[in-house]
């Protein structure tokens, strides 16, 4: 079974269309892209699409943490890690970099920390 | 016992609370709303009229003479800013000057004084910015202005102050003559017994009355629509500037506010439904036309939001203030539609007559307090005033509404007073804060805070004007339940 | 009343830039005022990447570029008046300022720099039909529900407008389980990042509706539904396409104005196109000793080019404070947008001031174009063109431009035409 994704290129502002076909989670043919960077863009887009997550945390004061993934988790985590952040309260005071949950969704992913907060 | 029951907190409810409040009388107030002024009070041209509109020998024309003349000892008893700064009907063509001779006629045999046509060029100089093809105009120096929810917040303050029941969220569900000679009157969650009913209801005059077994009239909802300018632009006009009128209205006028804006509108359309407060773009379309023909060179890039509000007009299209031949106790007080804020005052003197031709008694209290003051407005004071006011109270130098500089201290003492604020919109009308440019964008969120913890409530509970209208619907993360679905074209 | 030597008003990431430069270029008083109980401006709820590849060549979220600059504010010692709003300012820049602890602050600079950032354009300014109720929000109050307070405003949002904060708002809001139905654009292009749109909209299966807006709100209490419809060339709604969506809330992101009220008490010119202040070379507005610099001057979409103006504004700033006497009004050569540009800036260059060996010109085009080519011309015709590809008015064009053209011209306008020369 041949599967043919549609990927809107972000390296540059040019936003080409790219269309991969694949097959059993391998490329076969990429075309649309104007320039070599599409065919690494596409393919990581289609074969594992990864973002960084950002959102916020509970702290144990009652406000709220702004946080995000330490690198690009796989998309397909994203609300699997939301769901695990809903349960996670952070002890103030925090510093901006701190691991405030590790592993999220399994992805060997942490999540940091995104500002300080005193008190 | 209660000794009369007022059914409606809009402004001339709380204007014939304010006045019963003077004598020894245990008086309630039912509104159906979270807060007073919330129907045709609280959306209106905010005009206090001269008097040459009405036909001579109507109520209109009676009622608005006399009301107008009362407004100075009000406004300054319950310290509301009230302006006189005059008004003009604007003959844009030859003729219209005949109009505006007939007009002329009309109010002095109302007994509007002073009043006089001026000249094109009497006029410009009044209003610089007017259509250059105006030829005349019919200039009337004792039009004002006022902040109508203002008005009402003081009154109903002042009445409470003097010990009137107020109760929100109270519709009125039930009406009726008893056997014993008194009344009752239902809401949802009391019953009051009374000799004496006011039907003040406003839009739904028409059905209470009607539920009471008292006079059939109807009354239909007439919509006009508003658009407000910023205040940056306030120089363009000084005076309330109407066109000359039609048989249907008095015209879409462009007029300055109180608070320093300016607006254009109203429109005019008969409706159906009397909820129906939308604004339609047909009808911002119709109020930019007649306006521009007073003022061409309107700033539309500066208008800051839009609103409709609904006149009640009665099929005798005369106001109705009368003692019910058919329900002894019960009085009617219902088509009041322009000039019905002007003659408030008025028709509260009038009601109280009534009253007493009906056989209620009246005593004077001698402790009632005339006088109310205004939440101190942080815009308004000079510095040796914030000074000292933030000295006192540090809350009122903490900035919550950037645009029109309204101030914490404000906004809690807009709660804590008697008949206080209970909703984002309560305060807006009692403080302006969320009424400026960014309407609300920054402040919002730190008055429902206040709001929050003045009422000790959460949050999520905090309403736009009452319940049902929370402003927010849940904590982060709440609702997700189900795996969120991606993308897998 | 106390003198000052630098009064900086905002505390966001042009104030901030605006305080590290000049202390670092030896402005010794630095003071900037702010509104809220923490510096940080806007970034504070901007918790989403994006921000600092120029500045700091890493991706950063919001609250981290902030931080950067709060850390090294502290560190240099600069003042923040917190929970501060300037409420007067004139021009001879006396300041005037309330909070609670000090009650009335009146300050006298010798330098100011306007850095107060804007606000959000709001429904009245677009004029939508309909009721008035609960469930309206501009992007950005939505945005600090969500990420500083932690609430929803709402369930299930149509959102009208798709520049950047709209479009963040979609995956935000879709993040934190809302179901976003929506996104409505009046124009036949969106305003936001290509990036953007992919990985907020298409990521999450949201509908990007061009040429559609709203033409009613229902509901009398809350948002119900709204009523939304294609717009023709003109943009005016074809009502036979209108059809409801229901909805319990409107999130608004409609375009962002200036907020330029204390500059306007202070007498400095505003362009009428950007919204902000006219000014030179140095960010100094027309009123001698007043700068500017972020999205009080005009709208940016990075705020990598924000500190950069920053930056400008505090040398600016920093070499009028080491004048010695008063200068006379100096000749200035205008800049002008010409077709195809909605503005240009620095909007005057002053002859006199100091002037880099290239002065780099930023300008915002009227519609998308794959190519262009931007002519620079003078009464004695064009004297400098570029040819430029993948223009989008959502995304700052820059210029550099030679010192001598700007010396030997007395009036410049800048156009761009669509296509360009030679098919390159």
């Known amino acids: ?119 | ?489 | 009343m106390r003198v000052r030597e630098l009064v900086i008003i905002g505390g966001g990431p042009a104030g901030l830039s605006a305080a590290v430069e000049a202390k670092k270029l030896g402005v010794e008083d630095v003071l900037i005022i702010d509104r809220e109980s923490e510096p940080g401006g806007i970034l504070k709820q901007c918790i989403h990447t994006g921000f600092g590849l120029h500045v700091f060549k890493e991706e950063l979220t919001g609250p981290e570029y902030a931080e950067r600059f709060i850390a090294e504010a502290q560190e240099r010692g600069i003042e923040i008046m917190l929970d501060t709003m300037v409420i007067e300012l004139t021009d001879d820049r006396r300041i005037l300022a309330v909070n609670s602890r000090d009650g009335l602050v009146e300050l006298k600079a010798r330098a100011v720099i306007l850095a107060m950032g804007c606000r959000e354009r709001t429904r009245g300014a677009i004029n939508i039909p309909g009721f008035r109720p609960s469930g309206i929000f501009t992007a950005g109050t939505a945005q600090y529900f969500i990420n500083i307070e932690g609430y929803m405003p709402g369930k299930e949002v149509v959102i009208l407008g798709s520049g950047d904060v709209g479009l963040i708002m979609a995956r935000h809001l879709t993040l934190e389980g809302a179901k976003v139905k929506c996104v409505a654009e009046i124009m036949p292009y969106s305003n936001g990042l290509t990036r953007n749109i992919v990985q907020c909209l298409q990521d999450f299966n949201i509908p990007l509706l061009l040429n559609h807006t709203v033409v009613n709100i229902h509901g009398k209490k809350r948002v119900e539904g709204v009523t939304i419809a294609e717009v023709d060339l003109n943009r005016k709604p074809r009502m036979e396409t209108a059809r409801y969506v229901s909805c319990d809330t409107l999130l608004l992101s409609v375009g962002l104005i200036p907020e330029n009220e204390l500059s306007r008490m202070a007498k400095v010119q505003i362009d009428e196109v950007t919204g902000g202040p006219v000014v030179d070379q140095s960010m100094q507005t027309t009123i001698e000793g007043i700068f500017a610099c972020g999205n009080v001057l005009h709208v940016h979409d990075v705020v990598d080019l924000v500190t950069i103006e920053a930056r400008v504004a505090a040398r600016g700033a920093a070499d009028f404070l080491k004048q010695k006497k008063k200068r006379i009004r100096p000749a200035t050569v205008p800049v002008i947008p010409g077709e195809g540009l909605r503005y240009v800036l620095p909007q005057r260059i002053d002859l006199d001031g100091a002037l880099e060996e290239t002065q780099n010109f930023f300008m915002r085009s009227v519609k998308p174009m794959d190519r262009g080519r931007l002519l620079i011309q003078s009464d004695r015709g064009v004297v400098m063109s570029k040819n430029l590809k993948f223009i989008r008015p959502s995304e700052m064009i820059s210029i550099k431009v030679k010192r001598e053209i700007l010396q030997q011209n007395n009036c410049l306008k800048i156009s761009l035409c669509e296509g360009s020369e030679n098919g390159d």
């Not at chain 1, 076909?21 to 887009?45: F, L, M, P, Q, T």
């Not at chain 2, 003692?323 to 106790?329: E, I, L, M, P, Q």
């Open chain 2, 1 to 489: 016992m209660t000794d009369v029951v007022i059914i409606g907190g809009g402004v001339v409810g709380c204007m014939i609370a304010r006045e019963l409040s003077r004598f020894d009388l245990s008086v309630v107030l039912l509104e159906k709303e979270e807060d007073v002024a919330s129907g045709t009070s609280k959306a209106n041209s905010a005009v206090i009229h001269a008097g040459y509109d009405a036909k001579p020998g109507t109520l209109k024309a009676q009622l608005n003479i006399r009301g107008n003349a009362l407004f100075d000892k009000i406004c300054d008893e319950l310290d509301v800013p009230f302006k006189r700064i005059g008004s003009l009907v604007v003959a844009v063509k030859e003729d219209d000057v005949k109009e505006l001779e007939k007009l002329l006629e009309q109010g002095k045999a109302n007994g509007v004084s002073p009043l006089k046509i001026i000249s094109k060029e009497e006029l410009f100089e009044l209003e610089p910015n007017i259509n250059s093809k105006a030829c005349a105009a019919l200039y009337a120096p004792t039009a004002g202005i006022i902040n109508p929810f203002e008005l009402t917040v003081a009154l109903a303050e002042n009445a409470a102050q003097n010990g009137v029941t107020i109760r929100f969220n109270s519709p009125v569900v039930d009406v009726k003559a008893c056997d014993d000679g008194m009344m009752m009157v239902k809401t949802p969650h009391e019953t009051f017994h009374s000799p004496f009913v006011i039907n003040a209801a406003g839009l739904f005059a028409d059905e209470i009355s009607q539920m009471a077994g008292a006079e059939a009239y109807t009354i239909t909802p007439r919509k006009g629509e508003y658009l407000i300018f910023d205040k940056r632009c306030s120089d363009m006009i000084n005076m309330v500037i109407f066109p000359t009128p039609t048989k249907f209205s008095k015209g879409i006028l462009v007029c300055p506010t109180i608070d320093g804006n300016f607006f254009i509108g109203p429109n005019s359309n008969d409706i159906e439904d009397k909820h129906d407060t939308g604004v339609t773009s047909e009808g911002i379309d119709e109020i930019i036309r007649g306006a521009r023909r007073l003022v061409p060179g309107l700033p539309l890039e500066n208008v800051i939001t839009s609103f409709a509000g609904l006149r009640a007009v009665s099929n005798t299209n005369d106001f109705i203030i009368e003692a019910s031949r058919k329900v002894k106790g019960f009085i009617n007080v219902g088509g009041i539609q322009s000039p019905g804020l002007s003659s408030a005052p008025a028709i509260a003197e009038m009601v109280i007559e009534i009253l007493q031709e009906e056989g209620l008694t009246l005593k004077e209290k001698n402790n009632f307090n005339s006088r109310r003051n205004r939440i101190y407005p942080f815009r308004e004071l000079n510095d040796e005033e914030r000074k000292k006011l933030i000295r006192h109270n540090p809350a009122y130098g903490h900035v919550i509404c950037r645009c029109e500089t309204v101030t914490e201290g404000e906004i809690v003492d807009a709660i804590r007073r008697p008949v206080g604020a209970r909703s984002l919109d309560g305060i807006k009308r009692r403080t302006r804060a969320g009424l400026g440019r960014c309407q609300g964008g920054f402040c919002s969120p730190r008055v429902i805070k206040i709001l929050s913890r003045e009422l000790g409530i959460s949050p999520l509970k905090v309403t736009k004007c009452g319940q049902g209208s929370e402003i927010l619907k849940g904590r982060t993360k709440d609702f997700i339940d189900s795996d969120g679905d991606f993308n897998e074209s």
């Open chain 1, 1 to 119: 079974m041949i599967k043919e994704h549609k990927v809107t290129c972000i390296v540059c502002p040019a936003g080409c269309e790219i269309i991969a076909r694949v097959r059993k989670n391998s490329i076969i043919e990429i075309r649309g892209n104007r320039c070599k960077k599409g065919v690494d863009y596409a393919r990581n887009e289609v074969i594992e699409p990864r973002r960084v997550l950002t959102t916020t945390v509970r702290l144990e004061n009652g406000h709220f943490l702004p946080v995000k993934t330490a690198k690009p988790i796989p998309r397909e985590l994203i609300f699997k890690a939301i769901k695990e952040l809903k349960e996670v309260r952070v002890k103030v005071p925090v510093k901006m970099g701190e691991v405030v949950h590790q592993n999220v969704a399994g992805s060997n992913v942490d999540v940091v920390s995104t500002r300080s907060w005193r008190k």
